[in-house]
């Protein structure tokens, strides 16, 4: 029953293990390890894009983003998010290939001159932890499908009617913590009460920062997201249809629920969404949190199998390397050189059908308002189910190459 989650595991450990060890936690440190996997037409499967990363730039942090570094810093850098930015990476390198003429193991150009992903491809995602938010809380008597829930839950079926409901009153059962913490504008919050009582679940949440409120919000928030309405974002849209993941595994030695996840990534919205393949694996990372690793690692990894495949190493949402003062290269999956990328891909091949045709100065926010097709399904999702999803402020988003 676990072949499928534990060959996707083994291969995302091993694909780490092989990476060289700048960036990699020491001896007391933990980290979290995130890859996306590719399934091809004839079954195989390899690791497209790999992340580690912990670590989410405060509010007043961003506020502080030099003009010369807009689009270059990154604001989270959670492993799952990471991992998913390489995978773009890993998406405009296959769409040059094929429109160089040679031949991509998930793409090719059909009869109308459009970038069309071969119909038995399939795209897996790893994560050696559940994702921070809602996937993450649950009984900590309850990790199996079949036990009865013992927490607070808020059914979401009707937005406008959320209604708080205790299943179970044992005062010595407690519940998995999550550190991201709900929207403001959310109508309910946690009651931080001892036990079962300490969270709710359903609502919005944000990432946790060094006592400093973050403006990124959770990895189960953005992997609900992510679900509904694809990975591969706006400005890809402009290429591309829409990928989503096939599959997710969790891995081992960790706490985990499909209760949990499945109501974190779908059901909390409604009952009709989309409910991906989930599992979890029994192999487990060993630099995982847990025993002698207390401190989480500060630096992240980054790697997509690119024709010219290299890591990266990121340090407080910059290159390693990288300040103020010391300027270095970008991080390739920052939003400047995806954006870049993007537009360098449109003006190569000017015989690609698409809707874009942009000056030679534009914000990467104009750029993104181009992606129609894409902006009105996010729109009518949060009119539908993310009502409380905060905009991105326009400071973060109004740079030009």
Not at 8 to 27: H, Q, S
Not at 98 to 104: A, I, Y
Not at 182 to 200: A, F, M, N, R, T
Not at 207 to 229: E, F, H, Q, V
Request: aromatic content about 8%; some cysteine.
């Amino acid at each position: 029953m676990n072949e499928f989650p534990n060959k996707v595991a083994k291969l995302c450990i091993e694909k780490y293990n092989a990476l060289k060890k700048t960036g990699k936690p020491t001896d007391i440190e933990w980290t979290i390890l995130s890859g996306i996997l590719l399934k091809t037409e004839c079954g195989s499967l390899s690791v497209v894009s790999l992340a580690t990363g912990t670590k989410c730039l405060g509010e007043s942090e961003l506020v502080k983003t030099t003009r010369c570094e807009k689009g270059c810093r990154l604001s989270d850098s959670h492993a799952e998010v990471l991992t998913r930015r390489a995978f773009l990476r890993y998406l405009y390198d296959q769409i040059d290939i094929v429109l160089s003429g040679s031949r991509s193991k998930i793409l090719f150009l059909n009869k109308e001159n459009k970038l069309e992903i071969y119909p038995n491809v399939s795209f897996h995602f790893f994560s050696s932890q559940s994702p921070c938010g809602d996937c993450s809380i649950f009984p900590k008597d309850n990790i199996e499908e079949e036990c009865p829930a013992k927490i607070r839950k808020i059914t979401c079926a009707d937005k406008d009617k959320l209604t708080l409901e205790l299943h179970g009153n044992d005062k010595n059962s407690d519940i998995y913590r999550t550190g991201a913490k709900c929207l403001k504008i959310e109508k309910l919050q946690d009651p931080k009460l001892p036990g079962v009582d300490y969270h709710i679940t359903g609502p919005l949440r944000t990432k946790p920062g060094r006592g400093d409120p973050t403006l990124s919000l959770s990895c189960s928030d953005k992997m609900a997201k992510w679900n509904m309405i694809g990975v591969q974002g706006s400005l890809l849209s402009l290429l591309i249809s829409q990928i989503k993941l096939e599959s997710i595994t969790i891995g081992g030695g960790c706490p985990f629920s499909l209760e949990a996840m499945e109501r974190g990534l779908c059901k909390r919205f409604s009952s009709k969404l989309h409910v991906p393949k989930i599992f979890q694996a029994d192999i487990a990372f060993a630099q995982r949190k847990g025993g002698k690793r207390i401190n989480p690692c500060p630096s992240s990894i980054i790697w997509c199998a690119v024709r010219k495949s290299d890591i990266e190493i990121a340090v407080q949402g910059r290159k390693q390397g990288a300040t103020k003062k010391r300027k270095g290269h970008n991080l390739l999956v920052s939003k400047r050189a995806l954006l870049e990328t993007c537009l360098k891909i449109c003006d190569k091949y000017k015989n690609i059908k698409t809707d874009i045709s942009h000056p030679k100065k534009i914000t990467y926010y104009d750029c993104k308002r181009w992606s129609v097709q894409y902006q009105s399904a996010w729109k009518q999702l949060k009119k539908e189910f993310f009502s409380s999803w905060p905009d991105k402020p326009l400071y973060l988003q109004d740079f030009i190459l």
